[in-house]
C-alpha cells in the first residue's frame, strides 16, 4: 500500500507571493492533518479535514487555509508569504477519527520563504 | 487549552546509557500514541496506548501510560546509535479526537 504523499518536496518563495501544498492520504483514509515544524520546534497543529470538512483547527492566521478533496486528497495554501513561514509542512493521513486511528506521516515539504 | 508537555527538551547520552522522556497532559486523554522522528525524516509512528497503567515493551523500548491517563513515559535501555532522533508524544483528545502534540524529546548519542 502506498504511503502518504506530498508534492512538491521543496518549494523557494519570496515574501508576499501565496503557496499551494497539496498531499495525498493513504488509501481508504479519510483524515487528513497539516502541521507546521521549524527547526527546534515541535511539530504545530495546523488543521485536520475528515469527509472534507474542517473538524479542528490550530492557532495560525488566516493566511493558512486547506480544503480536502472528495477523494480525500487535501491541499493547504499559504497567502502573503512571511519570512516566519519557512518550515517543513507535515500532512498526516489517518483511516477516521476514531480512538484508535493512528497518524502516518508524508515526507513533508519544505517551504523556504526568501 | 489541553496541553501536553514532554520533558526534557533534548538528553545527552553516552552509548549504551538509558534515556527517558516523560510527557503529562492536563486532563485525561483517551489513549497516547508514541512517534519518532529521526534527523531529516518525518514521525512514524510506535505505539499506542489505551488501557489505564498499560505497559507496552519494543525490544529495548518500554513503554507506560499512566493509573489516571494524564502521562506517560518511553524508557530506552542500553541506547545505540540508531536511537538518535526526535520523540514525540501525542495525546487523544476525548471530546473531538484531536491529537494534542508534545513538544518532542531529542535524543543526541554523546561520541
Known amino acids: 500500500k502506498a504511503g502518504v504523499t506530498q508534492t512538491p518536496r521543496y518549494l523557494i518563495k519570496t515574501r508576499g507571493q501565496q503557496v499551494t501544498l497539496s498531499c495525498s492520504p493513504i488509501s481508504g483514509h479519510r483524515s487528513v492533518s497539516w502541521y507546521q515544524q521549524t527547526p527546534g520546534q515541535g511539530l504545530q497543529f495546523l488543521f485536520e479535514?475528515?469527509?472534507?470538512?474542517?473538524?479542528n483547527k490550530g492557532n495560525f492566521p488566516g493566511r493558512f487555509s486547506g480544503r480536502q478533496f472528495s477523494n480525500s486528497r487535501s491541499e493547504m495554501n499559504v497567502s502573503t508569504l512571511e519570512l516566519g513561514d519557512s518550515a517543513l509542512y507535515l500532512c498526516?493521513?489517518?483511516?477516521?477519527?476514531?480512538?484508535?486511528?493512528?497518524?502516518?506521516f508524508g515526507p513533508g515539504t519544505r517551504l523556504t520563504v526568501l | 487549552g489541553q496541553q501536553v508537555m514532554q520533558i526534557p527538551q533534548y538528553q545527552h547520552v553516552q552509548e549504551g546509557e538509558d534515556f527517558t522522556t516523560y510527557c503529562n497532559s492536563s486532563t485525561t486523554l483517551s489513549n497516547i500514541q508514541w512517534y519518532k522522528q529521526r534527523p531529516g525524516g518525518h514521525p512514524v509512528f510506535l505505539i499506542q496506548?489505551?488501557?489505564s497503567g498499560e505497559v507496552k515493551k519494543q525490544k529495548r523500548l518500554t513503554f507506560q501510560f499512566g493509573e489516571a491517563k494524564k502521562n506517560s513515559s518511553l524508557h530506552i535501555t542500553a541506547t545505540q546509535t540508531t536511537d538518535v532522533g526526535t520523540y514525540f508524544c501525542a495525546g487523544l483528545r476525548d471530546s473531538n479526537y484531536q491529537l494534542i502534540w508534545g513538544a518532542g524529546t531529542k535524543l543526541i548519542i554523546k561520541p
Open positions: 479535514y475528515f469527509s472534507e470538512t474542517q473538524r
Open positions: 496506548l489505551v488501557k
Open positions: 498526516a493521513s489517518r483511516r477516521g477519527v476514531t480512538s484508535t486511528d493512528t497518524q502516518y
